[in-house]
């Protein structure tokens, strides 16, 4: 979902379903994770922040025990009655919002028809979590229009179990929580085992941000992603055989691995490898920005990348190009893959005097790669104003 006009959804929802009053229009974002990767499904610790882009939710009761759906960049439309089930025939986007719906009429909170039209600026399978923004947004938009209202950390839980349950991507929590509760301009340092979580603001008064597009996208449910997190539990069922303490790979350590390695078939001490390395290094990056120490959080992004690409197993060759054209100019402190990988995006630190410069190679990259829109396309951006998740008066500012 790209293409909408800030405000289109309201208006395409009057067009399509008929004028009626009460319609509430909802937004959230969706994120860029900065470090701490794979880690999430392991009851790991992550680093996302929300971007500037999002999905926009415009919903409003109907007197009919009926569902519309309308997608308005896709100009798609899926009606089926209120009480809906997963295993009915449904187009993909759909999938998440009937989820949400169907998770709020088991808890009696929706209880008449919904006409809902959706759209956004997150581009669709980029690792930057068009379909957690897109359950946020939903939810948001339901609370206004039924009238109540969920604590911030379960209305990102409820949304993660649309995300297994509906879309079949068995991921953790981290993008649900990123786009309900994260802050511009702040990391929000995540704790996926207790859901705790705390802002952390970002030091960029000279230094930014800048993600790549690399068009080459996937669909997680029928990657390798799933492939994974079973990789990962089979580890722990061989780990916890002699450490019955141990429930997930956040309760191994470096000293476990190297005692118990000769346990371990190599592929599966390299997916251990990579999460237990992955957690040490969100731990140290939130010390980094604390400190203001950009040069080292930089190092850490670096080698998060290499470990996703060598031991966990998840970039790509144009992933690869576009982390290496990145390194090799002037003023960048560090790069990597950020999302679960298989394609989409990458995130780069860099001075802000050295960001036209790579912008402009990676560009270049990407067109020696064969996307021949890569700058008009808007393929590399600077981080920059994120927004809040939230109600929205006319489609444009969020309330108070």
Known sequence: MSRVSEGRVASALSERFGRAPGAVVARAPGRVNLIGE????NQGLVLPTPVGRYLEVAARATAERRIRLLAVDLDATFETDLCVAPSISRPGWASYVLGVMESLQYRGLLDAGVD?????TVPRGAGLSSSAALETAT????EGVFGFELEPVEAARLCHQVEERWAGVRCGIMDQMA???GLPDHGLRIDCRDFGWRQIPLPL?????VITDS??????SGSAFNERRRDCEEAVAILSQDIPSITSLRDVDEDILAENADQLPPRIARRCRHVVAENDRVREAERCLIAGDLGRFGELMTASHESLRDD????????DRLVDTALGMPGVLGSRLTGAGFGGCTVTLARRDAVPALRSALEEELRQCGVADAESSGAVWQLGPAIRA???DDGAVPLP
């Open 38 to 41: 794979h880690t999430d499904y």
């Open 116 to 120: 809902l039209a959706l759209g956004g």
């Open 312 to 319: 966990y197993e998840v970039s790509s060759p144009r992933l």
């Open 205 to 209: 008064s000279d230094h930014a941000f």
């Open 390 to 392: 939230g109600i929205v």
């Open 179 to 181: 786009s309900r509760l």
């Open 139 to 142: 939810l948001l938009a339901l």
């Open 215 to 220: 068009r080459s996208h996937r669909q997680l």
